[in-house]
């Protein structure tokens, strides 16, 4: 089951929302919410794989709620203007209804999240690691990376982007989490939702950001703390 939520200031919207989740088979609604900033609390602390939220709300409109989300769920926008299509795409949305929704347009896009669900709880097959390299599934061929030779790992919606120090990246159809899970976590540290890096092969940090050649990688509120033990524990003073 795909555990959801629904946000909208509206109360009709959100109960036609909570009607379409309660008949669709593999969604379950968890919890709705009128006001965003009471749902940011709500998924800090619950499980919430899919967010149907609504852009133009008061306070704090369905934009801004994501991007105050450190690690935010998969994002299904709802809005009565077509105008913010383009801007919930670059919050990496999964899809975007345009009000006012049938039911049909709603299964559409939640079949579309549940395929990529589908695909994330596929992956473990997809990545085999040892404490020296791992196989990766890349344009058809399995390749074998030595985890010394990765200098970071870039998440970028369902693939990621292994960068390696002497070589061009690599890309895989994988999640972040499934990575994470792989590697050796004496030396790999996710930093941000958005990258993983290996702690061998920093050499230098400017301004709460790791710097690899010309790449800026920032470390977020939410991995801050273990980062700096990590320094703390090597640093010489």
């Not at 982007?161 to 690599?170: Q, V, Y």
């Not at 230098?204 to 509120?221: A, C, G, Q």
Request: aromatic share 12%; with cysteine.
């Amino acid at each position: 089951m795909i555990k959801c939520i629904a946000i909208d200031d509206e109360p009709l919207a959100l109960k036609q929302i909570a009607s379409y989740v309660k008949k669709t088979p593999f969604l379950e609604l968890t919890n709705s919410f009128e006001s965003p900033i009471e749902a940011i609390s709500y998924v800090q602390n619950h499980t919430v794989d899919l967010v149907f939220v609504d852009i133009n709300m008061p306070d704090l409109n369905g934009l801004d709620f994501v991007k105050a989300l450190d690690n935010p769920p998969k994002i299904i926008f709802t809005t009565a203007y077509s105008e913010y299509a383009l801007e919930g795409f670059k919050v990496d949305a999964m899809d975007y209804l345009l009000k006012p929704i049938d039911y049909a347009t709603f299964l559409k896009a939640s079949n579309k999240a549940k395929k990529w669900f589908d695909l994330q709880n596929s992956k473990p097959e997809q990545l085999n690691s040892n404490e020296d390299f791992l196989f990766i599934k890349s344009e058809y061929k399995i390749v074998r990376v030595k985890l010394n030779d990765i200098k970071y790992i870039e998440g970028m919606r369902e693939y990621v982007r292994i960068h390696l120090i002497n070589d061009k990246p690599i890309m895989t159809l994988l999640s972040m989490k499934a990575v994470e899970q792989q590697l050796p976590d004496k030396n790999f540290m996710r930093v941000h939702r958005s990258y993983i890096v290996n702690l061998n092969k920093i050499s230098t940090i400017e301004r709460n950001r790791i710097v690899f050649d010309k790449v800026y990688i920032p470390i977020s509120e939410q991995h801050k703390e273990k980062f700096h033990q990590f320094i703390d524990k090597n640093f010489l003073s």
